[in-house]
């Protein structure tokens, strides 16, 4: 069965990176893409981007240009999302999903901002 | 960007009843790329519809999707208690990806 596994929660500062993992499991990593989406507290849900887990090629938000990247491992069948200079409203889970729409999500990983 | 435009917020009702829910894009949603998932707190959100119309594996048939031009409706037929949840819209046809702000099902 498809399973998407990502890494434990994060608490970093203002300024820092995170650098979240999704591990797939149960389908054939490379062929689909792999979508994060974020959630703030309370609040709904918001795209960031995917990356094309074949050729490794991306597409941004446009709100995360340059602060986000995108990029997989096929030997593991993992897809990471690293954002950097990190804000308190960067506070949310973080989500990774295969090939919106689905019904495919990772479990999500909260990442706290705060000094 | 398209943004989605959800109605109402809330939408206050009764097990039994009937709930419409509404999504409006601000300009054409290219093939009816439209889908609507559910999330309950603390769980990842579930895929409803995809396609404005086409029931996801496994939902029931109280769950349908429409799709009027630019607008876009989600109804349940028949609210049961497991129904109560928040319901957002996505349209995916083109980037960025976009979600309508969610409406809350709330029990009555």
């Known amino acids: 069965q498809v399973q998407l596994v990502q890494s434990g929660a994060e608490v970093k500062k203002p300024g820092a990176s995170v650098k979240v993992s999704c591990k797939a499991s149960?389908?054939?990593?490379?062929?689909?893409?792999m979508h994060w989406v974020r959630q703030a507290p309370g609040q709904g849900l918001e795209w960031m981007g995917w990356?094309?887990?074949?050729?490794?090629?991306?597409n941004y938000a446009q709100k995360f240009q340059g602060r986000v990247t995108m990029t997989r491992d096929t030997s593991i069948s993992t897809a990471y999302m690293e954002l950097s200079r990190l804000r308190s409203d960067d506070t949310a889970v973080y989500y990774c999903?295969?090939?919106?729409?689905?019904?495919?999500w990772g479990q999500g990983t909260l990442v706290t901002v705060s000094s | 960007d398209i943004l989605m435009t959800r109605s109402p917020a809330t939408l206050s009702l009764s097990p039994g009843e009937r709930a419409t829910l509404s999504c409006r894009a601000s300009?054409?949603?290219?093939?009816?790329?439209l889908s609507w998932c559910w999330q309950k707190p603390g769980q990842t959100p579930r895929l409803l519809i995809y396609?404005?119309?086409t029931r996801a594996t496994g939902i029931p048939a109280r769950f349908s999707g429409g799709v009027s031009g630019t607008d876009f409706t989600l109804t349940i037929s028949r609210l049961e208690p497991e129904d109560f949840a928040v319901y957002y819209c996505?349209?995916?046809?083109?980037?960025?990806?976009?979600f309508g702000g969610g409406t809350k099902v709330e029990i009555k």
């Open positions: 996505q349209q995916y046809g083109s980037s960025p990806l976009t």
């Open positions: 999903a295969r090939q919106l729409p689905t019904d495919y």
């Open positions: 396609g404005a119309s």
């Open positions: 149960g389908y054939t990593f490379t062929g689909y893409y």
């Open positions: 300009q054409s949603v290219s093939s009816s790329y």
């Open positions: 990356i094309n887990c074949d050729s490794g090629g991306t």
